[in-house]
Structures are given as C-alpha cells and as structure tokens.
C-alpha cells in the first residue's frame, strides 16, 4: 500500500514549532499534561504510512480542556502505527494512565476462561446483570478518527462475513444503521443494544462520527446474549451479556465467541491488531490491553453510603460508574462495578477480581443491612 | 516583521498587489482559473467508487451537485495548502439537512477552494445564488453609501438596524482548514489594523482567551459575545477546533461597530444601531469597512476577492457581498397575514426570529433581510431592504386601518 502523504501537514512546516503549539493553559487531561513544546516540535512532522499526524492525534485533548476532577487521556490513535511513530509522546501517556507501565513491560494475553475461578455464584438477589466488553481492530485498516469511508465500508463487509458465518449459540443476524426498520430499531432499543451517533465531545472532536451511520451497524446473536458493535468508537466492539450474576457463563461466552471470531478474521489475512508490549491496539490508550470492562449491575445501597466506599472500590481494583453506562449517575442504589486497568494485567485477572470483588461487597451489603460492622472486611490493596 | 509568515505569504502578497496595481488587465490574467494549481495530489487506497458518499437521505445543495463522476474527478485534488474535497463535503455528509430547508452542505478550507472544486462549487454556487454563474457572469462591489436614499425607517415599527458581512485575508486558510498558527496570524493582523481606527470608530479588542469575567458579562449584555458554535453545521466542518485558541471581539467605544475575529469567516464586521436610521449604519459600515481594508493594505495584506466571486469566504451562501442587511420591526398584523410570506417572496426578502437564524419571532417582531448575497451590489441589496421594509411598515399602517394590501409594490 502506497504512503498517502498528508498535504497539509507539510503545508504547516512552514510556521514554526512555537507559532503552532497549542494553548494547553486550561487543560487537565494526560495529553496536555505530557506535551511539551520539545516534544511538539521532535513530532510535528512525522506522519504515520497512512498520513496521521501528531495534531490529528491530539485534536480531541485541545479541544476538550477536560474537567478538574475527571482526568481524560485527550489523544487518539489513527492507525496501528500512531503507537510507534508518536511514542514520544504516547509512551509517557500510557504510563501516566495505566499505573507506570513502561515501554519495556509485556502485556500477557489470557483469554481461557477455564482459568477463571468462582464467578458462577454471585446472588441475584443483589446483581442484576453481569457484562464483559472489549474492542478489537482489524489489521490492515485504519482507526474511525483516520479511516476513510471505503475503509470503514471495508471493515462492515470484513465483520459481516466472518459474524455471519458463526453458528450454535453464536448464531445471529446483522443490522446495518443505515436501513433498520423501524420495528427492528424499536427492538433494538427496547433490548439496550442499539448505539447511537456519538453527541460527547471528546469523540467528536476526535473525527469519529464523520459519515453517520454509514458503515456502521449491530449485530447480535438469535439468544441476546453476545453483541458486536461495528465501526463505533473503535473497529468492533464484542460484549457479553445477560442478566443474573453468573459472570463465569458471560465471560466463557466471551472468550469463546471471541476466539471464533478473532480465526476467521485472520483466515481473511485480516487477523486483529496486536503486539506483545501493548496487547490489542484500540482507538484510545485508555482501551490498550484487554481493552476489556468486565462489570455488573449491583445492588449496594448501603455500602455506596459507606465512607470507606471508594477505598474499598480503589484497594479492590475496581471503579463506579452509574447505570448508564460512563458519565451517567447511579440510580436506586444500583452501581456499575468494574475492573479498572486495562494494561499489565491479563483477561482473567481483570475479571478475577470483578468476581471476588463484587463478591465481597456482596457481603459487605448484607452486613450492613444487619446493622453490623464491616471494618474486619476492608480489603489490603490488590 | 520576522516571523515565517512574512517569508512564506510575500510572494502570496505581491501577486495580491499585483492584481490592485496593475488594472483589470493584470487581475484578469492572475485570476484566471487554469493558473490556480492544484497542490500535490492524494494518493488513496480505494478507488472513488468505494469513497463516494452515500447521499440517498440528503438534501442539501452538495448533495445535489454531487454526481460520482464529479467525485471522481476531483477526489483526489489537493489545493496548495492541501486541502481536500472530502473534508469540503463532510459537513454536507455528516448534515443530511431537513426536508424543508435546503442547507449548503460544503465549505472552501482556503482562496483556492473555490478554482480546484470549480467542478463542484459552480453548480452549488449556481443553485444557491439564483443561476449565477461563476464562469460567465461578474459581481459588482459597491459600498458607496452615499447612494442609499430613503433609509431612515418609522421608529414606531423598526427597533434596530443592523448590517453584517464577512473579510478573509488573503494568504491565510479559512476556519475549516486553518491551523493554529494561520488563526494567530489572523487575529494579529485584524488587531493590529483595527487599533488604527479613530474617531467614532475607535475601540479596543477583548481576546476569547484573556477576557475578564467583567467584561465577558459586559459583551454578553450588549448581545455582542459570540460562542463556541454548536451547530454540526460548523462543527463537522472543522470550525471549532481549538476554541478558543486566537478568537475575539473588537468594538469601538460607542458600541455601534462590532468585528468578531475567527468565527466562522476569518472577520465578521457588523454595523448596528437601535432605531430605524439604516442610512447611517450603512454609512458607518462602509466607512469602517473601507477603514480597515487600508490599514490592513497598509501592513502589506488584503481581504480575498476576485470579479467572479466577489468576497471570498468561508460558506458558498456568503459569497458576493457577504452581506445581510436588516432590521427588527414590528409586524404583528401582517405576520398573521397568509400573504406574508409571498410578499416577502416578491420583495427579495427573508424573515427569522429576533434570535437570528433558527429562531421564532416574538411578540411580532421580525428580523427582516436581504435574501441575496452574490450578482447584486452592496448598494443594492441595502436599496432592496430599504424599500422592502417601508413597504411592509405600508402594510402594516394599511392592515391598522382595516385597509386591503396588495402583496407587491406597484
């Protein structure tokens, strides 16, 4: 493939370093907080093979100063290769956001969900529903902030053939945005499936919503209980889901489907971005890794009063988000809970200690309930 | 002046002045479209046909104009500066637009736009501004105000008077496709020049970025602040990026002379007063107009223009004079009027609420304008809103009176 040159990159090494460098005077997310005007002027001029730039790669976190209390990555990847040619400036980043990583650490890949132990006896009675995430991007093609609509098209005929050819519980059907009946958009809502053209600044500064919805579309299996997203925020999304707290079930599914899937991609000689230091190549660093949210909807009323709530949330590894999924408030006493990392730890162990979290607010909850102390229960850091 | 600008844009600025000093010989020559060249041209992956938009759901006057064969043809041209035909057409694709009103769906990124998609930008240019063809016809430019007769309005209908255009300077790429360093270089050579006004028109300029809490509340009670757009309109076009990184607002001391830097043209200059004296706000903003454009010339700048087009800016609709001239008047009678619009119609004339485009009008007040932009003079178009409005406020007295109305002047 030739190197599609970026005109106007070249156009802009005609003012200086110091005439272009953003104003990151207001800013509060990593992006602003790593670049600096050496760093600017060392990678103002390189250009990935497919011609995305350092200002493509940091759009988002200049437009969007971010929020005092809420640190946001503010910079995307436009392709594979934006990790290597802007590691002066990603490397720092992803350290920052992914506890101290360094260039040299080795991401392990662990997707046997036989290694998993427990998770099939969460109560119900307190978890709703459990949920596994991740995304995946398809070799060969760029990210939704670079990719073109022949690519994106590309990657909706890639996904379509290999997600149509999977069979037995994964066996399912596709519905492309662009030409859902409104019966089937309905149902799509009605199941909490369907996404929607992104409104949040920080995806739409990033290019990502560019030609909606053309390329883009659902699709998921005859039962309901395995989704992939296509050409949202990053090329596919793949989640498991169901209701109840039988997180084993929901993560063999996972890794099952995924596994399939991930086989007939590579007999398309289009197999998934990733390396041994950083994992699966995501859209945003945040997602580098497992790109994985393994989570549930659980009932903790008390212990969200707790004052040692978001300690015990930070010792266990894990974050609050409310019902809606990221910047959305809890409803009801009802919380999201996930894991938080991302990089440097493997699938199984992310989802480890969901389980055994979840599970010992569980009990935590139930303590509280009685009227009883939970101070012999606070976890050491994990 | 040392800076990489007074470097790269001379040779851009003598063939500018060139064209000023050496008649319309020499204009013509240098304006002729086959001397524009493309810059480097794209390399892509997929073929057009894999590319083109899927404009099915639209309605805009890009997606109209927009056949695959044109998309072919200029897929993969570059303007110098590199700016491409998808990211002109993107806010057209990302906007299907609404079935009732037709929006433009396209933006130019910099002069150059407007030769290197001439394939595309004519028809659209043709459809928006009533048949006017950019390869056979001529604009006029005329800001002698001098010749607006009439324009002092009944004060017991009209509340305010208001004309607005836009100014790019030449050698600078427009707000979609700017970098950050253009849009710096805009904002001081707009500042600069404008600290040179005097008289009535002197003023001082408050930068989005520096601007006190005080004075932000200030400009917001005069109605002058502007904000970061909203409208994916602008948003998919790239209009917002770095906001608000070199954005500002001038006004002179008396608050009737308003130049919003880095918005969505490279300048927008508005003229207002309250009351119905639009002879006088015309004549202040010629005056100003005519200001700056020396003090700016001054420095060795000018504004983009060009006989076939007129004044360059960044939206095809504003082409031409740039200009939207209007009032606030009351029309409570002839609003609920069903000839209302067709007089309108006939006049050359267009209503939007008070809040300005997109909005309702209240209480009966409208904001009445010029429809037109390019093919008519600014004279002109003023002329047409002069003579329009007082025969709507004819209408109006008429309608009190319990008298009959025609829907056109005689």
Not at chain 1, 266 to 282: A, P, V
């Amino acid at each position: 493939m030739a190197a599609m040159k970026n005109c106007h990159n070249d156009y802009k090494m005609k003012f200086s370093a110091d005439e272009e460098f953003p104003d990151l005077s207001q800013h509060n997310n990593h992006m602003a907080k790593v670049l600096t005007k050496e760093i600017y002027a060392k990678l103002r001029s390189k250009s990935t093979p497919s011609g995305f730039t350092l200002d493509d790669v940091i759009q988002t976190g200049v437009d969007n100063p971010g929020h005092p209390f809420i640190m946001t990555v503010g910079c995307v990847a436009g392709d594979e290769e934006s990790y290597e040619v802007f590691k002066d400036l990603l490397d720092p980043i992803i350290s920052d956001r992914h506890g101290g990583y360094k260039p040299t650490d080795k991401h392990k890949t662990d997707l046997n969900f036989e290694n998993l132990k427990g998770g099939d006896d969460l109560d119900p009675n307190y978890v709703l529903s459990s949920r596994v995430r991740t995304g995946r991007s398809i070799k060969g093609f760029t990210l939704p902030p670079h990719n073109s609509r022949g690519e994106r098209r590309g990657i909706e005929k890639l996904s379509i053939e290999a997600l149509s050819s999977l069979d037995g519980e994964f066996k399912g059907k596709y519905y492309p945005l662009n030409g859902m009946s409104d019966a089937e958009q309905e149902q799509l809502i009605a199941d909490h499936f369907l996404f929607d053209k992104p409104v949040s600044p920080l995806l739409t500064c990033a290019g990502m919503a560019r030609d909606w919805p053309d390329g883009r579309g659902i699709w998921h299996n005859d039962n309901k209980t395995f989704l992939v997203w296509v050409n949202e925020e990053d090329h596919l999304r793949v989640i498991s889901m169901q209701k109840g707290g039988n997180m084993k079930e929901v993560f063999r599914r996972f890794c099952v489907g995924l596994q399939k899937i991930e086989e007939i991609f590579k007999k398309h000689n289009h197999g998934f971005m990733w390396n041994e230091h950083l994992g699966y190549i995501l859209t945003c660093p945040s997602n580098l890794g497992t790109g994985l949210r393994g989570g549930v909807h659980v009932k903790l009323a008390k212990l969200s009063t707790h004052p040692k709530f978001e300690e015990i949330l930070t010792r266990l590894r894990l974050q609050k988000r409310g019902t809606g999924g990221v910047d959305t408030a809890s409803v009801g006493g009802v919380f999201d809970i996930s894991n938080a990392d991302r990089l440097g730890s493997s699938e199984v162990e992310q989802v480890q200690l969901v389980v055994d979290g979840v599970k010992l607010m569980v009990e935590m909850e139930k303590k509280l309930e009685k009227g009883e102390s939970i101070d012999g229960m606070i976890p050491a850091q994990k | 002046m040392a800076s990489s600008f007074s470097r790269i844009l001379s040779s851009k600025r003598n063939v500018g002045i060139l064209s000023l000093v050496g008649g319309s010989v020499a204009a013509g020559f240098l304006l002729h479209r086959e001397q524009v060249t493309a810059g480097e041209p794209l390399r892509r992956r997929y073929p057009a046909s894999a590319e083109y938009p899927d404009l099915r759901k639209h309605n805009n006057c890009m997606a109209s104009n927009l056949t695959p064969a044109i998309y072919a043809k200029l897929c993969d041209k570059t303007t110098p500066n590199g700016y491409t035909l998808d990211q002109a057409i993107q806010t057209g694709v990302d906007n299907p637009g609404h079935p009732f009103i037709k929006t433009v769906g396209m933006v130019a990124g910099d002069e150059e736009s407007y030769e290197v998609f001439a394939d595309l930008l004519d028809p659209v240019i043709k459809e928006r501004h009533n048949g006017y063809d950019p390869n056979t016809m001529k604009h006029p430019t005329d800001l002698d105000s001098s010749k607006l007769h009439s324009g002092n309005f009944d004060e017991r209908y009209v509340l305010s008077s208001r004309v607005r255009t836009g100014r790019s300077i030449r050698g600078l790429s427009l707000p979609p496709a700017c970098t950050r360093a253009e849009r710096r270089e805009v904002e001081r050579v707009v500042v600069d020049a404008l600290a040179g006004l005097k008289g009535d028109l002197a003023g001082r300029y408050y930068s989005l970025t520096q601007m006190t809490e005080k004075e932000q509340q200030q400009l917001i009670d005069d109605h002058f602040l502007f904000d970061k757009p909203v409208s994916p309109l602008l948003t998919c076009a790239g209009m917002a990026r770095d906001w608000p990184d070199a954005r500002g607002i001038w006004h002179n001391n008396e608050k009737t002379f308003l130049i919003w830097v880095n918005e969505e043209d490279h300048t927008r200059v508005i003229s207002m007063e309250k009351g119905g004296n639009m002879k006088r706000v015309f004549e202040r903003f010629c005056k100003g107009l005519k200001e700056v454009e020396r003090l700016i010339q001054e420095r060795g700048w000018e504004f983009m223009w060009n006989e076939r087009l007129g004044y360059v800016l960044t939206c095809p609709s504003n082409l031409g004079t740039g200009l939207r001239a209007g009032v606030h008047v009351k029309l409570p009678l002839l609003a609920k009027d069903s000839r209302f619009s067709k007089i309108l119609d006939n006049l050359r004339l267009q209503k939007r609420g008070t809040g300005g485009v997109d909005t309702a009008a209240v209480g009966g007040v409208f904001d009445i304008s010029n429809l037109d932009r390019l093919g008519q003079s600014e004279v002109q178009l003023v002329q047409t809103v002069v003579d329009g409005v007082n025969y709507l406020i004819e209408c109006e007295k008429r309608l009190e009176k319990g008298q009959d109305i025609k829907s056109g002047p005689a």
